[in-house]
Nanobody, 123 residues
């Protein structure tokens, strides 16, 4: 089992920044590829960003490329999502997820999920 806990969400104005964190416990963190997903009301959960086990490989949805940065610290068992130039359409509940092997964009392929953190972008 892997337990994931997100933090760092909140209310921010358009153009602002937030950094989300996801702390993991349980099995060896470095063995898991990590992903961030988001879900807005009435919409399906969508892939935002992913990072490989070593941190060398990062992957982004087109909608966030150039604005968001995913990173991980295996010594701290934590994955981060730095979000800059936020837009109202980024408003959603953000979830981190873990899976063995590589990053994929399909939510159903992830084995473990956090409880989510709300991000609201509004003036």
């Amino acid at each position: 089992q892997v337990q994931l806990v997100e933090s760092g969400g909140g209310l921010v104005q358009p153009g602002g920044s937030l950094r989300l964190s996801c702390s993991a416990s349980g099995r060896t963190f470095r063995n898991y590829a990590m992903g961030w997903f988001r879900q807005a009301p009435g919409k399906e959960r969508e892939f935002v960003a992913g990072v490989s086990t070593s941190g060398a490989g990062t992957y982004y949805a087109e909608s966030v490329k150039g604005r968001f940065t995913i990173s991980r610290d295996n010594a701290k068992s934590t994955v981060y999502l730095q979000m800059n130039s936020l837009k109202p359409e980024d408003t959603a509940v953000y979830y981190c997820a873990a899976r063995l092997y590589g990053v994929v964009v399909v939510a159903g392929a992830y084995d473990y999920w956090g409880q989510g953190t709300q991000v609201t972008v509004s003036s």
